[in-house]
């Protein structure tokens, strides 16, 4: 009998031995002894609940953590989620991250390690769960917590499902819509926390509302919350919004916002002469001033009055384009371009239309400028005496004159040259008059130009005699519009 009294003993002797490594609450920075049990409470379906444990070396020894298990039911679909679980973000020692420790882990004498249990129901009920702590000693926690029926989300007055869709319809770009979410506690339902919701993805999605501030929802209440979409662009767009346990999807799509409705635009052309080779401007007015800002085009056309041509590159905007950017500012009446309040343009050297259109929205207008055909135009004329001359010209001498004369002739007709000389005392010299027909030369010189109507004449003279007796000379010039002669032109 002496021996299992011995035994008995022996055993009394180690229960009553302090153990070296002890588990506490820890709520606020305080530690409480932990039980064998503990209650997380009445949770939502769909919430969570946390406690925070802390292991404590007593002993004089350092002792290692060598297992922390939780034994208990789980719910869903493969793979099953437990209702009790070590949370990873606050213990990530216990986890096995890369970057931290694995078991065993050291608590040296006097130290501490914490770590964090949750609590998240998927459904209601009771489930339970036993902690097992193994560091040197056992110490077992049966872990406790009841599920109640979580926050409904109802629209219009009407639950959703678990993967509904809540659409917005289509919103136009730079505005936006909302729908109205309410967040319902059942009656009977302790207070429930709104959980968190994780941010929705893209960003013409976002939340309001009071349930985002409201911690908790009161039993047999609601909390609002808003959903707002404003689309940045237009298209169909989507996103996915998580509320504890469920996930709905939301739909809606962009539309283009309607061109705004300018006032009617008109053109100003200022040209004092509408004649070939010359400079004018337009402006651009509205009817009344601007509800918004925009921009706008004037584009310039022209339409050749000359049988057989088809353009002239010369009638162009002042950057060499035919067409001028403007914009409009709101409440303005009056287009504003590059270079200021107006746009200026060439003329060209070709008779015909310039036709000017603008439009602004939905809105545009024209304006015709006439170019009628004209004399030729003189626009530089040079005399030079001894000129040279490649000895098989026809008449080269060593004497020669030359004129040189920059014009343009907008009806490309020229026909005639009358070519006179004059000596110091303003009298015509010998033989007077010479008379060139110039038809067919013209013709196959603007025939192969793209210079419009602009020509440059160079006609070499010889001289028997002395030239410096030729003083000055004037040309006179006929096309289909008429005769035209230079001015004396001085040698």
Known sequence: MSRPAGFWLWLAAAACAPAQVTLSTVQGGVATPAGEAYDFGTVAVGSVATAEFRLTNTGTAGIYLTSLALDGPTSGTPPYTPYFSVMCSSSPDLCGAASHQQLPILINPAGTLDFTVQFQPFQPGSPSATMTIAAGNTITTFLTGTGVPGLSVVLNGQPLSAGATITFGSVQVGSSQTVKLMLSNPPGNPPVAVPAIPPLAGGAFSLTGPALSGPTVAPGSAAELDVLFAPAAAGPQQAALTIGLLTYVLAGTGVAPPPPAFPAPSIAVNLPSPA???????????????????????????????????????????????????????????????????ASFGTGTTAGTLVFTVTLGSNSAHANVVIPPALVGIDAAVAQRDVACAPSELYCTATNVELQINGWDNTRSMSQLVFSFFDSSGQAISPGNITVAASTPFAQYFAGSDLGGVFGLHALFPVNGDSNQVVAAVVQFTNSAGAVQTNKITF
């Open 276 to 342: 070939s080779a010359e400079q004018g401007s337009l402006s651009v007015s509205l009817a009344s001033a601007s509800p918004a800002s925009g921009s706008g085009t004037v584009t310039l056309v022209f339409q050749p009055a000359v049988s057989g041509v088809s353009d002239d590159p010369a009638v162009t905007f002042a950057d060499g384009t035919r067409s001028a950017a403007f914009t409009v500012a709101k409440g303005s009446a009056a287009g504003q371009f590059a270079a200021g309040p107006s």
